[in-house]
Structures are given as C-alpha cells and as structure tokens.
C-alpha cells in the first residue's frame, strides 16, 4: 500500500476567459490528486488527511472512494474546506490563491506508526506550510523514515502561502535526510536555490525535476543524469499534472519492486527511462483534460 498524506481542497477554476468567468468547483490539492492517479492506475493506496464534514468535504472523499483510494484513516471535523482559486494563463499554466483560514487540513493530527502494509509514503504541497498541520506531517515523515518506509517529497512550492522564504528552504533542507525520492519543478527548483547534486548529498536517493513540455530528468546517488523528452499533446491546462507525475513514480517504482533506498539505488539507466518515459505520458494525459484528471491504467499502455 501507498499512503498518501496532504491536504484535500477544492479548486475554484474559470470556464473561460475573465478572473471570474464562471469559476466551476473542482477536486482538488496536490495530495489528493496524486492519491487518486494512484488509485486510478491501480495501485493500492490510502489518504490520510483531516476532511470536513462540509458538503466539499463529502464530495472529496467521496472522489477518493471511486478511485479505490482507502480513506479510512481520514480524520473528520466541523472546519471548512480550503478553497483555492485558480487562474489559468494563456499557455494552460495555473496560479492559485489559497483560503485557508480555520479549514479542516490544517488541523490534521498525526499517528504514532504507519500500518504495517504501508510501502510508501507521498508528502507535499500546502499541507507542509500551513500550521499546526505542517508539523504534523512533518512529523509523520520523520516517523516513517525511521521505520524504513519509503518516503516521496514534492514540495509543490506555493509562494503566496510561505511568510517568511529563508525559513521555508531552511526547513525544506531539514527534512531531506528523512526524505528517499525528491521530486520539483523547475520552477520550485529555482525558487529553492539548491541544486540536484546538493539536494542527493542531504539525504535522496534520486531527484526527479520536471520540465514541463520538455520532459524530465532524474540525477541519483550514483552521480548519474537520465532525461526523457515530454509527450506532445494539446493543453487544455496544467492543473495536476505535476501529481500525476508523482502517481506515475510511485506506481512504476512499485511495479518495479523498487520501493527501497537500496532498490531505488539499484535502477539501471534503461528502469530510469521507462519509468520517466511513463510519467511524462500520464502527465500528458492529464494536461489534455480540464481539471486535474489523471488518467487510468488502460490509457497509458506498459511501463
């Protein structure tokens, strides 16, 4: 089983052009995207979160549900759901603004111990900034690397919710000894000022960077660099596509049996490509839908 801990939310995005072009509600956050790709494409997953008990609250766990996603462990309270409000530019790419205020995800408590069926863990995004959840998480991390579970970071930087900049890199570099794959954007690469080589040396075992439309790169352990190129399709809008990619990952490790430091370590240059080969089509996928909808198993052929 993959566990997937993070914030459950939902987006608020425009049908058209105009800041308020009929914004339409949808299912959202980067945990709860990437735990429903999992379910999508098969693998075994569970969401641990705090959710309302709101109307959004239900539809979110209720999406979870229909992706086969276990959310047992969901923690309930009487809290709003985190509204964010999406804009969309010209090229599909999406900016947010966050209402997060006294919502549910932030109260989050976390568990003395991870379940015994757990292989990995997926961490990131606003569920890592907002306190007292943050801690929370964070803590959870800690308690699964020191019981040797696999852990998957993707800070998913969001600027607009970080107050103080020095001290968010500062904690980002604090939780990478705990940390076995890294995975950024280009963008949250750049706004983190560290490198790949500098990142490994702290603790991952591999670092995954995505570059869009031109694919992704993985730098490991070993001081090798592997790249594949994006999938060409046509964009409807970016929204869960990097998510998706972490599913993607962490689906394809797992096939792999690769769900270990050492194992991690232990992936030839050919794994590493059909592995990055077969995120950059699932992310492909998701860009050409509105929404974040990440595909399923049927549409993206073998690893």
């Known amino acids: ?131 007292p959840g943050a801690s929370a998480y964070e803590q959870l991390m800690r308690t699964a690397a020191a019981q040797g579970v696999f852990t998957a970071l993707d800070p998913n930087v969001r600027a607009g919710l970080i107050p103080d900049a020095d001290a968010y890199r500062s904690r980002f570099l604090g939780w990478l000894p705990s940390v076995t794959l890294l995975k950024l954007s280009e963008e949250d690469a750049r706004w983190l000022g560290g490198t790949p080589r500098a990142w490994l040396a702290a603790g991952p075992s591999a670092v995954v960077i995505t570059r869009g439309g031109d694919g992704l790169t993985v730098f490991t352990r070993d001081g090798e660099e592997h790249s594949v190129p994006g999938e060409r399709v046509e964009v409807a809008d970016t929204i869960g ?35 990055l080969r077969f995120a950059a089509r699932a992310a492909a996928v998701t860009c050409s839908r509105a929404g974040a909808e990440p595909p399923y198993a049927s549409e993206l052929g073998e690893l």
């Open 1 to 131: 089983m993959i566990v997937v801990a993070g914030e459950a939310l939902i987006d608020l995005v425009p049908q058209g052009p105009g800041a308020l072009a009929g914004l339409r509600p949808a299912l959202g956050g980067g945990p709860y995207n990437t735990a429903v790709a999992l379910g999508r494409l098969g693998s075994p997953t569970a969401f641990w979160s705090r959710a309302s008990r709101d109307a959004f609250g239900e539809a979110l766990l209720d999406g979870l549900r229909t992706a086969g996603v276990d959310v047992s462990a969901v923690q309930r309270g009487p809290e709003p759901t985190t509204l964010a409000v999406a804009t969309i530019d010209g090229n599909g790419s999406a900016a947010y603004s966050f209402y997060v205020d006294g919502t549910a995800d932030r109260l989050f408590a976390a568990p003395d111990r991870l379940p015994a069926a757990a292989r990995a863990v997926s961490f990131g995004t606003c569920s890592l900034v907002l306190e």
């Open 241 to 275: 596509a990097g998510d998706t990619v972490n599913a993607a990952l962490l689906h394809g490790l797992s096939a792999f049996d690769a769900l270990s430091r050492e194992a991690l370590s232990g992936l030839d240059a050919d794994a590493w490509r059909r592995l």
